[in-house]
């Protein structure tokens, strides 16, 4: 498990700090300030920091909890695996999104110039909603992370399987990398509106007197944006989000498998 724990950390850390411009710019899209206002091209590394302290934590929980899970459901029939994949997986992203999440919500934060530092973004959070402030809207990247994983994992461990099987062999990083590739862009484009509302969700922040946040609900959340700005709204920065998941994916699955694989050759941490 603890080879699950350094693969995922390499992994989160690699895609997150290659591909940081590309979530700048989708978070801008979807912010309701709009694309110019919320920064457009400039200061496009903003929140890096943050990201970076949260990827390798919560890639690593990710994969330990997605990893050990399979292996208690392993007994289950070849036929039920994509249920033991969709479980596992979701299984994993509740346990990263408590990592996650409030380096999510510091890090949009800065990208939508809410705050110009990383320390002035904590302390505005704090100070204006508490501990709690860093927790807005995990249940929304629960809500999203969920049908997301639920999409991709069992599209991506039936692509390996299917391509070892065919091939009569197994598999090697890189082409896993590229069945992540497939199975993360798919599942990305399918789930943009989930985002749309996470993004709002997060961005949203008590005013003066401790005024309701404009954005709370998942639901209201969806329908508010349909109704106001139309439901082509829920589908700001698909493609910037569909770009950045699918090279995201052939980073993140491709270095996951490459880095574990070679912890398994050189049999570092066999014991654990």
Same mark, same amino acid.
């Given at each position: 498990?603890?080879?699950?724990?350094?693969?995922?950390?390499? %992994?989160?850390?690699?895609?997150?700090?290659?591909?940081?411009?590309?979530? @700048? /710019?989708?978070?801008?899209?979807?912010?309701?300030? &709009?694309? /110019?206002?919320?920064? =457009?091209?400039?200061?496009?590394?903003?929140?890096?920091?943050?990201?970076?302290? =949260?990827?390798?934590?919560?890639?690593?929980?990710?994969?330990? @909890?997605?990893?050990? @899970?399979?292996?208690?459901?392993?007994?289950?029939?070849?036929?039920?695996?994509?249920?033991?994949?969709?479980?596992?997986?979701?299984?994993?992203?509740?346990?990263?999104?408590?990592?996650?999440?409030?380096?999510?919500?510091?890090?949009?934060? #800065?990208?939508?110039?809410?705050?110009?530092?990383? %320390?002035?973004?904590?302390?505005?959070?704090?100070?204006?909603?508490?501990?709690?402030?860093?927790?807005?809207?995990? #249940?929304?990247?629960?809500?999203?992370?969920?049908?997301?994983?639920?999409?991709?994992?069992?599209?991506? *461990?039936?692509? +390996?399987?299917?391509?070892?099987?065919?091939?009569?062999?197994? /598999?090697?990083?890189? *082409? %896993?990398?590229?069945? =992540?590739?497939?199975?993360? =862009?798919?599942?990305?484009?399918?789930?943009?509106?989930?985002?749309?509302?996470?993004?709002?969700?997060?961005?949203?922040?008590?005013?003066? &007197?401790?005024?309701?946040?404009?954005?709370?609900?998942?639901?209201?959340?969806?329908?508010?944006?349909?109704? *106001?700005?139309?439901?082509?709204?829920?589908?700001?920065?698909?493609?910037?989000?569909?770009?950045?998941?699918?090279?995201?994916?052939?980073?993140?699955?491709?270095?996951? *498998?490459?880095? +574990?694989?070679?912890?398994?050759?050189?049999? #570092?941490?066999?014991?654990?």
């Amino acid at each position: 498990m603890t080879q699950c724990l350094v693969a995922g950390g390499a %992994a989160g850390m690699a895609v997150d700090t290659a591909l940081y411009p590309l979530d @700048t /710019i989708k978070t801008r899209l979807q912010a309701k300030a &709009g694309f /110019i206002a919320s920064g =457009g091209f400039r200061g496009i590394y903003s929140g890096l920091s943050s990201a970076i302290l =949260g990827s390798a934590p919560g890639a690593s929980l990710f994969f330990l @909890t997605y990893e050990k @899970t399979k292996s208690l459901m392993s007994s289950l029939p070849e036929h039920q695996q994509p249920l033991v994949h969709m479980f596992a997986a979701s299984a994993g992203e509740i346990a990263a999104c408590l990592v996650r999440v409030p380096t999510e919500v510091v890090k949009q934060r #800065l990208q939508a110039k809410q705050h110009k530092t990383l %320390a002035e973004a904590v302390r505005g959070t704090f100070l204006a909603e508490g501990l709690l402030g860093f927790y807005r809207g995990y #249940l929304t990247q629960v809500v999203r992370e969920i049908p997301f994983t639920c999409i991709q994992f069992p599209i991506y *461990e039936y692509m +390996k399987l299917w391509y070892a099987r065919r091939k009569q062999r197994a /598999i090697q990083s890189w *082409e %896993a990398a590229l069945c =992540g590739s497939v199975a993360g =862009g798919i599942a990305a484009a399918l789930t943009t509106p989930l985002d749309v509302v996470k993004t709002r969700v997060m961005l949203s922040t008590k005013g003066a &007197g401790g005024q309701k946040p404009e954005y709370t609900g998942i639901v209201s959340t969806l329908s508010r944006v349909a109704r *106001e700005e139309g439901a082509r709204a829920l589908f700001s920065g698909i493609v910037p989000r569909t770009i950045w998941i699918s090279i995201g994916g052939f980073v993140f699955l491709g270095s996951y *498998e490459k880095v +574990k694989e070679t912890l398994l050759r050189a049999k #570092l941490f066999s014991h654990s």
